[in-house]
């Protein structure tokens, strides 16, 4: 998995954007194009097949822009990718968890309430 961040900022008609570490740049009319050529960018550099970007504007002037190229891609609400083995683990270890927080649920429905029904 490989991501790209880039600093992007707005003089006059053009924005411009640099890597933060590293030395892919663009530049373009409008944000959207400017998002389009660095998507372009680092997909020429690492070429994984899944792609996803997060463009956050700062101020009206100044954005952050972000490429993730690799990883799990999330289709239809599941994962489509292989997860890591770490994250497999994690998930199993997860779901014992979530059934002993529902067993305490159960157990504090039964409380006594201080009075009964054939009083």
């Keep these: 998995m490989a991501v790209f961040t880039f600093v992007c900022r707005s ?3 053009n924005w ?6 590293g030395d892919l740049e663009a530049s373009a009319a409008t944000t959207y ?6 998507v ?10 899944a792609v996803q970007s997060s463009f956050s504007l700062i101020t009206p002037t100044s954005a952050v ?3 993730i190229i ?9 994962v489509a990718a292989a997860v890591p083995a770490a994250g497999e683990a994690a ?4 779901a014992p968890a979530e059934e002993k927080k529902e067993e305490v649920k159960e157990e504090s429905d039964d409380e006594d309430l201080g ?3 054939f009083d």
């Design 11 to 13: 003089s006059g008609k």
């Design 70 to 78: 690799g990883g799990a891609t999330f289709v239809g609400g599941g």
């Design 65 to 67: 822009f972000q490429v």
């Design 33 to 38: 194009e400017l998002q389009r050529k660095l």
């Design 91 to 94: 998930a199993t270890q997860a």
């Design 16 to 21: 411009s954007a640099k890597q933060v570490s």
């Design 40 to 49: 372009q960018s680092a997909v020429a550099t690492d070429s994984a097949s």
């Design 115 to 117: 009075f009964s029904l």
